[in-house]
Nanobody
């Protein structure tokens, strides 16, 4: 399993920006599809953005146009750039390495510990 550590969260006012980072361990990072999820109090965890090993991205409608996901394979890092933040973006944000098969080998799912993002005036 790849180990993931998120960072970059904090307290910001509406309209401000944050960039979250997810640092991954190991040499197998490049084969994983990666995603960012978030979980607000009292709600289930939801997908925010996803990027495949080939760099194809998917952004959910709720944050489309404001958030961008990217990856730097040389640094074993995935980023979530969050612009024009809104109070409803407040949540714990989690990085995910998606389980799956690659070259007939199975790679298990992996999650980071999460980083808190609070958007409040």
């Amino acid at each position: 399993q790849v180990q993931l550590v998120e960072s970059g969260g904090g307290l910001v006012q509406p309209g401000e920006s944050l960039r979250l980072s997810c640092a991954a361990s190991g040499s197998i990072f490049t084969i994983y599809h990666m995603g960012w999820y978030r979980q607000a109090p009292g709600k289930q965890r939801e997908l925010v953005a996803r990027i495949t090993r080939g760099g194809i991205t998917n952004i959910v409608d709720a944050v489309k146009g404001r958030f961008t996901i990217s990856r730097d394979n040389a640094r074993n890092t995935v980023y979530l750039q969050m612009n024009t933040l809104k109070p409803e973006d407040t949540a714990v944000y989690y990085c995910n390495a998606e389980k799956g098969y690659y070259n007939s080998r199975y790679y298990p799912d992996s999650w980071g510990q999460g980083t808190q993002v609070t958007v409040s005036s």
